[in-house]
């Protein structure tokens, strides 16, 4: 899937700044891995886990807004993972098949929720109060302000945001994952983008 | 917007990003020039990206961490059998169980009925990649519903026949389609349905107001932005005259 970016405030999960490589096994050794835990290894599966868990947690976190919720989801998700690798014949990647997994749980999850929607200007303050704030305060409302922008998104389009952004996926990889065709993937992601325009446009001139 | 809009819409980031072809970046660009629509949905597109890219770059921002391995099963009141269990459930997959007498019956005889095609009527199992693979004489022609263009809302997800002028002919470069829009009266740009050919192939295509016969499946695109009938896949079509 590529390098996943750092983030420049810090928090990825392992508390340090920096990157870390995602899992782009050849198939050869992912399906070493799967038949190794069909075999009963623990240890197999620990190391799947470790491969996969950072990416999955960056997916959840994102799609969902909040870690305490996202670490219940992360759990569902493997678990479901860990059950469903008896039956795994190969059709799709491995990468492919947990992420189905996730976006699936995240899914289900926002349904169950109402999801309460902070209005963006909220978030940025009056003009008063920009104007008043510092450079700091003005770059941390920014990010806050863009990062709601994205969190305020109807699912199906965040989820394109986030994979396309964050996971830096191609059009065929999104495809594959979400189960639809590129073109339909290319035209969900173009609405994604115009509607974030739309949202911010009332914050241009301080964005 | 028009059928075309829609698939030049589909290139923008591709543009954006550097990723068509000098050839495709001109006409994108001449598209865009001479259409007022998708000259404006290009900025809000081109502005969201950024805005895209800058998200990527700041993250989430939540704070928090995934569980640890050991922390997976907590709150679950069992391991899910663990991987033993696992392991001698997927053994028994792969290998294959044995199968009830009905289960053996029901495959022998589907076996027997696949054999008897493949002998007796071997171009049903030609494989359908295109739209010259499957003869109307193969397929019945008896199965394909004569529709005309405008009466396609009666008719979806049928397998139908039709007939019609080519308007416009396009290709889809990401998806490796062909699109042919066929219209019913030659001077008018509707009623109209969109067909769509999968694997064209080095299928000849058939020119602009040339007259044809399509047969194929019936299907309606809700997607925004197209919301059109459709025929997709196509089968197979027959150029009536040039």
Known sequence: MGLRRGYSDGMVPDGSLGQSLTLKAPPEVERGIVLAVQRGDDEAFRELYEAYRDPIWTLVVSLVGDSLQAQDICQNVFFKAFRGLGGFRFESCLFTWIYRIAL???????????????????IIGSHDEIDAASASDWSNARRAALRAAVMQLPFKMREVVVLKYLEDMSYREMSRVLGCPAGTVASRLNRALAELEERLRPLRGFL | ?????????????????????????????????????????????RIGHQVGRQFGRIGPGIEGRPPEFAEL???????????????????????GRRLAPAATALITLAAAAFIAVAVFNPGILRRADGPSAVSPATIGYAGFIPVRIREFASHNRSPVVTEGFVREVYFDEQEKTLHIKLVEIPQKSEPFVICEIRSPGSMAIPPEGSRIRVYGMARYDAQPGRQWHEVNPVMTLAVLNR
């Open chain 1, 104 to 122: 699936n749980e995240c899914r289900n999850h926002l349904r169950r929720r109402h999801v309460f929607l902070v209005p963006l200007e909220a």
């Open chain 2, 1 to 45: 917007m028009s059928w075309r809009c829609s698939f030049r819409r589909r290139r923008f980031l591709p543009y954006l990003e550097g990723e068509v072809s000098r050839r495709e970046a001109m006409r994108l660009e001449k598209h865009l020039a001479g259409c007022r629509k998708c000259g404006e949905f290009f900025t809000r597109v």
């Open chain 2, 73 to 95: 099963w907590k709150g679950k009141e069992t391991k899910p059998g663990g991987p033993e269990r696992l392991a001698r459930d997927a053994r028994a997959t792969l290998r």
